[in-house]
């Protein structure tokens, strides 16, 4: 099995890590200076988060089963 697909695999589900955790500080951010959740502004922010959110968990998965792949083919 190629160990760079699995390294690939691990690299986009940093990024993604990455532009998620952003995500959430812009929530946090958004929250501390008292945005209405009502707003079109916070509206965006958490939809931008949870969409993030499900591409990370999805490319977590196919990380994970990638690398069982792997494991077993040894």
Do not use: C, T
């Not at 955790?21 to 812009?26: L, P, S, T, V």
């Not at 929530?27 to 958490?46: F, H, N, T």
């Not at 949870?50 to 990380?63: G, P, S, T, V, Y």
Request: a negative charge.
């Amino acid at each position: 099995m190629d160990y760079r697909k699995l390294l690939a695999s691990a690299a986009r589900l940093y990024s993604v890590g990455v532009d998620l955790e952003a995500a959430r500080a812009k929530l946090k951010e958004l929250v501390e200076q008292g945005i209405p959740y009502d707003s079109d502004e916070m509206k965006q922010a958490y939809q931008n988060f949870k969409d993030l959110e499900q591409q990370w968990k999805a490319l977590e998965q196919q990380h994970m089963e990638l690398r069982d792949e792997i494991v077993k083919g040894k």
